[in-house]
């Protein structure tokens, strides 16, 4: 189980990096237009997987940003928020580096972001990071088509775990 969350801590990298690479190809003002998207546009789409990643790290190491509001976009800039998605993924990657079975079996106790109490094992939350990740990179790359990218990268796990040709 261990090596399961080591290798989509680093497919979650990879395809994050594939997805701001493709976002390069957009202007600002296009990555921030409201193309009614939960999210609103691309920009907000990436902030929001940020700040949800930075809540969940927060409730399980007690380090970091802890965002009140999960439609925080903390950065304005592109590159700013390209850098701290970057970090972002190196440290889920070594937190997933040093969590063992134990720790994977414990039930963390945090409050929601509405306060509500909630408890899981960390082996569930750490599931749902990586789902919550794909569900919107799925979402972002609907929205670089329809700003206009024709080919949005292809971010299938598969694709991160076949061989390179």
Known sequence: MLDHFKRFA???AWANARLYDAATALKDFERKRDVKAYFRSLHGTLSHQ???DRIWLHRLTGEGAAPARLDEEPYALFEELRAAREAEDQRLIGYIA???LEELERVLEYANTRGEAKALPVK???THVFNHQTHHR???THILRQLGVAEPPAL????FALPSA
């Open 10 to 12: 680093a497919y979650n």
């Open 50 to 52: 940020l700040v949800a």
């Open 98 to 100: 040093g969590v063992n």
């Open 156 to 159: 299938d796990l598969l694709y």
């Open 138 to 140: 799925g979402q972002a």
């Open 124 to 126: 569930i939350i750490l």
